[in-house]
T-cell receptor
Framework: DAKTTQPPSMDCAEGRAANLPCNHS???????VYWYRQIHSQGPQYIIH???NNETNEMASLIITEDRKSSTLILPHATLRDTAVYYC???????????FGAGTTVTVRA | EAQVTQNPRYLITVTGKKLTVTCSQN?????MSWYRQDPGLGLRQIYY???????DKGDVPEGYKVSRKEKRNFPLILESPSPNQTSLYFC?????????????FGEGSRLTVL
């Protein structure tokens, strides 16, 4: 699977949009971009995924650049409960041999 | 309720005493996997299983065994635990070849080996 690079941490103000970048410059044409988050030491939670097009669901939006070398996860109105570690993963589907990197620790402040 | 259930959630044991962490899912998923999480190292895959009787190594399989005799269960076995296996363990499942490929995780099992 392609390697991803994320900033180690970022802060966000409550009620504002949080934009989480992810670099995956070696992504191949059939690899998907997935985002998960982990709140404290709970089991990670799926957020969203995409291949080429931008995606939106009830939790977040995913913006993938045209060359697919980077993407941004957008939490439109961050709340204190969005404080978590966010993981960006690229992988083939249905290849399920995958590991999570260090992720981005997002702290939402009141 | 769709869920992945792990037991025990917390365990303190001693070096060399065999233990099993159970994992069960009620979503009829073909795929199941075990991860360990250590500070600064993120989540690392130990073993995974694409279906009954089909298992394969992840990134850190040493010191662990798994079995997949039934679709719903995927136990993690530590035959002779050592202190370096002290960690937070997660089981996950996913429908194979269908849907989003979304992984559903259990709540975790915190293991301490003295």
């Amino acid at each position: 699977d392609a390697k991803t690079t994320q900033p180690p941490s970022m802060d966000c103000a409550e009620g504002r949009a949080a934009n989480l970048p992810c670099n995956h410059s070696t992504i191949s044409g059939n690899e998907y971009v997935y985002w998960y988050r982990q709140i404290h030491s709970q089991g990670p939670q799926y957020i969203i995924h995409g291949l080429k097009n931008n995606e939106t669901n009830e939790m977040a939006s995913l913006i993938i650049t045209e060359d697919r070398k980077s993407s941004t996860l957008i939490l439109p109105h961050a709340t204190l409960r969005d404080t978590a570690v966010y993981y960006c993963i690229v992988r083939l589907r249905p290849d399920y041999k995958l590991s999570f990197g260090a992720g981005t620790t997002v702290t939402v402040r009141a | 309720e769709a869920q992945v259930t792990q037991n025990p959630r917390y365990l303190i044991t001693v070096t060399g005493k065999k233990l099993t962490v159970t994992c069960s899912q009620n979503m009829n998923h073909e795929y199941m996997s075990w991860y360990r999480q250590d500070p600064g190292l993120g989540l690392r895959q130990i073993y995974y299983s694409m279906n009954v009787e089909v298992t394969d190594k992840g990134d850190v399989p040493e010191g662990y065994k798994v079995s997949r005799k039934e679709k719903r269960n995927f136990p993690l076995i530590l035959e002779s635990p050592s202190p370096n296996q002290t960690s937070l363990y997660f089981c996950a499942s996913s429908p194979r070849l269908r849907g989003t490929g979304e992984l559903f995780f259990g709540e975790g099992s915190r293991l301490t080996v003295l």
